[in-house]
C-alpha cells in the first residue's frame, strides 16, 4: 500500500483541514487536522481516523499505525512540535 492509497481511504471517510501521511513498510504515521476532534477523547479520536483503514490493518498490509490528531486551534498551535 502506498501514502496516495492510505490519504484517499481517509480523505474519502472525513472531512479533515490537513492530512499528512508517512508510510514506511508496513509502519504508518499520520497527522490529522479537524474541528471535528473537539469534543472527542483522544481515544475517540484515534477510533474515527483508525475506521477507514480498518481492511488494510487487518489484512496486515498496514502493521502499526500512529495517530496525532488536532483541531485547527491546536495545530496552529503545535505544528511546529510535530512536523
Known sequence: MEVIEIEKLINDA???DELQVKFDG???SIVA???LFADLSRVK???VVF???AGAIKDGTIHAVTVKTFTK???QRDKLFNM
Open 14 to 16: 472525513l472531512e479533515l
Open 26 to 28: 508496513s509502519q504508518c
Open 33 to 35: 487536522v479537524a474541528d
Open 45 to 47: 479520536r484515534q477510533q
Open 51 to 53: 475506521a477507514p483503514l
Open 73 to 75: 486551534a491546536q495545530w
